[in-house]
C-alpha cells in the first residue's frame, strides 16, 4: 500500500469514526427524550393508584396497574439501550479501574433484587466462600451492571419456585471467577452461538411471559472483556443455565 492509499483509508476511517459518533448521539438524544416522557407518564399514572386524584374503582386500578407495569417495561428497555449504546462506544481506555470487592457488590446486589425475586417465588442462594477473595481491578459501576444483567437474567428466566445458586472463586490463572446458576429455561444447542449477539433472543425466551431487548448480555460481554475477563455459560437440556465471568485480581 502506498502513502496516498494509507491517507485515503485513513480520512475514511475519520468519516466512519465521525458517523458513528453522530449516530450514537443520535440514539442517545431520542433514548433520554422518550425516558423523560415515560418517566413523566409512570408518575401521573402512580398518581392515580395511589388515590391522589380521587377514588378509582376496582376495574379502573387493574387496568392502571397493567398499564403502569408495561410503562415501566418499556422504561426498562429504553435504559438498557443507553447502556449498550453508551458502552458501544466506550473503550478499556475510559474505563476507571479500581480495587474492588465483590463480594459486596454481590450481596448488595441480592439486597436490591431481594423484591424481584420475592414477587417471582425465587429464593437467591450466595454460596460464599470461607476463605477471604481478593478484590479485582475492575470499573465498579461496569461491573456491578455485568452481575446486575445475569441476576435479573436468572430471575426473569426461572421458573416459579426456582433457586439461584451464586459462586465466587479464586481461579488457577489469579482471576476471581463468578458464576450464577439459575433453575429455569434452557438455552438450546442450535442457540448457544447467539446468545452474545445484539438484540438476539432465544424462542424459548419470547414465549416465556417477560419482557426483554436482547441487548444486556451484549453489553455485558463487552464490558467484561474491556476488563480483560472472559464470560461463558453452560445450559442443561431443560432444566438450568450457569452464567460464568472472570475478572483479572488487582
Ligand atoms: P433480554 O433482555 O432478552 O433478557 P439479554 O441480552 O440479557 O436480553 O439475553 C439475551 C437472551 O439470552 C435472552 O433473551 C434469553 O433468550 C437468553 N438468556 C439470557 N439469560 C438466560 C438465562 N439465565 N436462562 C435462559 N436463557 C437466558
Known amino acids: 500500500m502506498n502513502e496516498e492509499e494509507i491517507k485515503k483509508l485513513k480520512e475514511e476511517n475519520e468519516r466512519l469514526r465521525q458517523l458513528c459518533a453522530i449516530k450514537s448521539d443520535i440514539i442517545s438524544i431520542s433514548a433520554h427524550q422518550i425516558r423523560t416522557s415515560l418517566s413523566a407518564l409512570k408518575w401521573i399514572i402512580k398518581m392515580f393508584l395511589d388515590g391522589d386524584l380521587g377514588k378509582i374503582t376496582f376495574e379502573q386500578e387493574n387496568l392502571l396497574r397493567k398499564a403502569y407495569e408495561s410503562n415501566d417495561r418499556s422504561i426498562n428497555t429504553v ?11 466506550v473503550t478499556e481506555k475510559e474505563y476507571i479501574f479500581e480495587s474492588v470487592n465483590m463480594v459486596e ?3 448488595k ?3 436490591d433484587f431481594s ?6 417465588g425465587i429464593e437467591i442462594i ?6 477471604k477473595i481478593q478484590e479485582v481491578k475492575a470499573d465498579k459501576e461496569k461491573i456491578r451492571v455485568v452481575f446486575q444483567n445475569l441476576l435479573e437474567n436468572a430471575i426473569k428466566y426461572s421458573n416459579y ?5 451464586i459462586g465466587i472463586r479464586m481461579n488457577e490463572e489469579n482471576f476471581i471467577e463468578v458464576s450464577v446458576k439459575d433453575t429455569g429455561i434452557e438455552i438450546s444447542e442450535e442457540n448457544k452461538s447467539k446468545i452474545f449477539e445484539k438484540f438476539y433472543r432465544t424462542p424459548e ?4 411471559e417477560v419482557v426483554g431487548s436482547g441487548i444486556g448480555l451484549f453489553t455485558v460481554k463487552k464490558i467484561v472483556e474491556n476488563h480483560g475477563g472472559k464470560i461463558w455459560f453452560n445450559s442443561e437440556k431443560g432444566s438450568s443455565t450457569t452464567f460464568f465471568f472472570t475478572i483479572p485480581i488487582f
Open 205 to 208: 425466551a419470547q414465549k416465556k
Open 105 to 107: 457488590i454481590i450481596e
Open 115 to 120: 423484591g424481584e425475586s420475592y414477587n417471582n
Open 79 to 89: 435504559n438498557d439501550l443507553l447502556l449498550a449504546n453508551k458502552t458501544e462506544n
Open 126 to 131: 450466595f454460596l460464599k466462600p470461607n476463605e
Open 109 to 111: 446486589s441480592i439486597f
Open 161 to 165: 419456585h426456582g433457586k439461584i445458586f
